[in-house]
């Protein structure tokens, strides 16, 4: 919670710095804006949508993922998962987590929007086609993201950029259309506005998406260190990263809605919510050293 409020009251701070600049330099008196108005507007719709995203977060992986919860272990796999996963929550200082499976090529994922009651789900290709240690080393990986609170960052990360690029879209729409219906009598939005918003959305959006992808890609630096930490030891985690790149090389990958939740995501640069994974075993070996 506190880093809920944390990013919710920083947003505001932004934004109500932003009013002031923007009341200063009389910008609602040429658009016939109210930015109060409007930043609250931008607020409501900016972080509604990231935070009912969160508090769904496990239900949707539930179901578009065809997990399987392990309520009770079946067999001497799923008792071992449990246990690893127990063990690691227990030495990161969080809630057990549950715990699933899922059929699906190698990978794993952790989601939830509070730390002590997260989900953490291995793919049955990730048993198949790993060791025991490099499968251990992946439910670190993915308990230190419940750890770290990447899932709620992750979301109010997506709401401030939400917010921004409604406002600005907006507030730019007002712009163009009051200098394009300059000296007319007509009242309410124009065709300049509707217009502008749709494109500046569109833009905006793309940007605001390469920002998140970018502090996806920190985050994932930051669950291999933790589960280097919960490990002893960054090697398991090495092994375990150069095995996953050359299972994904021919392999599928996960749902685009569940990527970035992954241990493994695509190849893509600016967009990408995981770094290399060259990258990511060059930063163990650094931190190793």
Do not use: C
């Amino acid at each position: 919670m506190k880093r809920i409020m944390l990013f919710v009251m920083t947003n505001i701070a932004v934004m109500v710095v932003v009013g002031i600049v923007t009341s200063l330099l009389g910008v609602g008196r040429y658009t016939g804006t109210n930015t109060g108005q409007l930043m609250i507007f931008s607020l409501v719709v900016g972080f509604s949508g990231a935070i009912i995203s969160l508090l769904m977060s496990k239900s949707m992986a539930k179901m578009s993922m065809g997990v399987k919860i392990i309520n009770q272990p079946a067999n001497a796999d799923e008792a071992w998962i449990v246990d690893t996963v127990r063990k690691f929550a227990d030495k990161s200082g969080i809630g057990m987590p549950e715990v699933g499976i899922y059929e699906g090529e190698p990978n794993a994922f952790a989601t939830g929007a509070f730390k002590n009651s997260a989900l953490v789900a291995v793919s049955t290709g990730l048993l198949r086609g790993m060791t025991r240690e490099e499968v251990e080393a992946v439910i670190g990986h993915e308990v230190a993201h419940v750890a770290n609170g990447d899932m709620v960052t992750m979301a109010l990360i997506q709401g401030v950029m939400n917010t921004f690029v409604v406002f600005a879209s907006r507030l730019i729409g007002s712009l163009v259309d009051g200098f394009l219906r300059r000296g007319s009598d007509s009242s309410g939005p124009g065709i300049g506005y509707y217009a502008t918003t749709i494109v500046l959305d569109i833009l905006f959006g793309v940007l605001a998406g390469i920002i998140v992808a970018w502090f996806s890609r920190q985050r994932e630096f930051r669950a291999d260190r933790g589960a280097a930490q919960l490990m002893g030891q960054p090697q398991s985690m090495m092994n375990a990263l150069a095995r996953l790149g050359g299972m994904h090389a021919q392999g599928q990958e996960m749902p685009k809605n569940m990527a970035a939740m992954g241990i493994a995501g695509s190849i893509g640069k600016l967009f990408s919510t995981h770094p290399p994974m060259e990258e990511r075993i060059a930063a163990l070996k650094a931190y190793q050293g």
